[in-house]
Nanobody
Framework: QVQLVESGGGLVQAGGSLRLSCAAS????????MGWYRQAPGNQRELVAS???????TYADSVKGRFTISRDNAKNTVSLQMNSLKSEDTAVYFC?????????????WGQGTQVTVSS
């Protein structure tokens, strides 16, 4: 099992910045992917950014150039630096870790942290 604990959400004005952090513990495989997803009321959960164990990154088009994902493999943490925040970034942000086990991936989720951007 894997436990994920997020921190860093809150209320910020449009144009401001926030940094989210997620600490993973438990059975973390060497080949894994960590990422951030978000879900706004009435919407499906969507990928914001992800980063592999090789540090390759993927970003949603809506956050490219504004958000930066990073990870510390030694500490099993992943962070999301969010700049130039917009009201449409308001959502609950979830940390996800996917362990690669053979041909399949086992997914684990954090409980989520609220990000509210006021306009």
């Amino acid at each position: 099992q894997v436990q994920l604990v997020e921190s860093g959400g809150g209320l910020v004005q449009a144009g401001g910045s926030l940094r989210l952090s997620c600490a993973a513990s438990g059975s973390i495989f060497s080949i894994n992917r960590m990422g951030w997803y978000r879900q706004a009321p009435g919407n499906q959960r969507e990928l914001v950014a992800s980063i592999s164990w090789l540090l390759t990154t993927t970003y949603a088009d809506s956050v490219k150039g504004r958000f930066t994902i990073s990870r510390d493999n030694a500490k099993n943490t992943v962070s999301l630096q969010m700049n130039s925040l917009k009201s449409e970034d308001t959502a609950v942000y979830f940390c996800k870790l996917s362990n690669r086990r053979g041909a399949q991936w086992d997914d684990y989720w954090g409980q989520g942290t609220q990000v509210t951007v006021s306009s």
